[in-house]
């Protein structure tokens, strides 16, 4: 009997360990902090998918662990990574199409940034990835504003002869239309360009105006408001062949989860906008909003800038615009 009884714990414990070894583990990747939007969007469809049983695991690999942050869609394109949180425009070296999605004036607010990534637009964007053998599990954008040192940035005009940062190459192009003068740098640099007068001006994310306290150099703040001018595409990218090869109960979960993690990252993305400007009213700055006429003017300078050294540069350019802008 005692033989039996260990024969049949032996067996118990080898189909336990065949069960586990037989559940799919995928490898996710980000750039950012466990404290981050963008990875606890990752962090959503990983819990949905587990609770739902399915034999899939999702294990997160955040902080540039696994990959440097501009060095994740081409192994993702190659299957040696299974999925990503990143910026879209970071792989415009592979695909010039995806600069439109870090575009000064080509979404005009959240909601509105909403109904480009479920229109003809994104799909066109969404065909070239699968040329790449990619595919979007979760679409997101994040938002933007600009800070003045000594005055406040609104219009074109504001920025004439300021020494700027610009967040990515096309907003370089149009705030040197409107007058700038352009100093590149990283954003977690932009604090002490403030503070050593080498910048006047900048213009990045809401959350980094935030984690790195450039409020602490700044004498006005104009947020993401009814319109803003940046705005950079950040979804939760998949390789296509790796989604293919799940069972079905396997993309239903990661679909469901996505699901919930785009409508959290929609309304998350809102309340980071205006938890900045909470941030920026206690360290005393002043806020300023940017109209919808000044929107139009900046638009001008980038239809005369960036948009057209865009549609140069690339074959299908003017139609990608065309149905960007045809997104009301």
């Not at 963008?38 to 469809?45: D, L, P, S, T």
């Not at 213009?203 to 150099?217: A, D, G, K, L, P």
């Not at 104009?222 to 069972?247: C, E, H, I, R």
């Not at 700055?285 to 050294?309: G, N």
Request: a negative charge.
């Amino acid at each position: 009997m005692k033989t039996n009884f260990l024969t049949a714990v032996a067996t118990a414990a080898v189909l336990a360990q065949s069960g586990a070894a037989n559940a799919t583990e995928l490898r996710l990747s980000h750039q950012w902090s466990n404290k981050d939007i963008r990875h606890q969007v990752a962090q959503i469809v990983a819990d949905e998918v587990a609770a739902a049983n399915v034999d899939l695991d999702i294990k997160i690999f955040g902080s540039k662990s696994l990959f440097k942050p501009r060095e994740q869609y081409k192994p993702l394109s190659r299957g040696q990574l299974d999925m990503t949180v990143l910026p879209l425009s970071y792989a415009g070296g592979q695909q010039p199409a995806y600069n439109l999605t870090l575009m000064p004036g080509l979404v005009k607010n959240h909601d509105h940034a909403a109904r480009l990534s479920s229109s003809p637009f994104m799909e066109a964007l969404e065909a070239k990835m699968a040329d790449d053998d990619v595919m979007v599990l979760v679409h997101g954008y994040l938002a933007g504003g600009f800070a003045g040192k000594d005055k406040c940035i609104t219009s074109p005009d504001d920025v004439k002869g300021l020494q700027t940062r610009a967040a990515g190459k096309s907003f370089e192009q149009m705030l040197a239309g409107a007058g700038a003068s352009i100093a590149s740098m990283a954003s977690s640099e932009i604090y002490n360009a403030m503070q050593t007068g080498v910048l006047s001006a900048a213009n990045t994310s809401s959350s980094s105006f935030v984690s790195y306290r450039i409020y602490e150099q700044v004498s006005c703040y104009t947020p993401a408001g009814d319109v803003a001018l940046w705005f950079m595409y950040q979804p939760l990218l998949m390789n296509k062949s790796t989604f293919d090869g799940l069972s079905a109960d396997q993309q239903a979960a990661l679909l469901a989860g996505a699901a919930k993690a785009e409508a959290f990252y929609l309304e998350e993305a809102k309340k980071q906008d205006a938890a900045s400007v909470t941030a920026y009213e206690e360290a005393g700055v002043e806020i300023a909003e940017m109209t919808a006429e000044d929107f139009a003017a900046w638009r001008a300078i980038a239809q005369e800038t960036s948009y057209k050294k865009f549609v140069e540069e690339v074959p299908d350019g003017q139609a990608l615009l065309d149905l960007a802008l045809a997104v009301e």
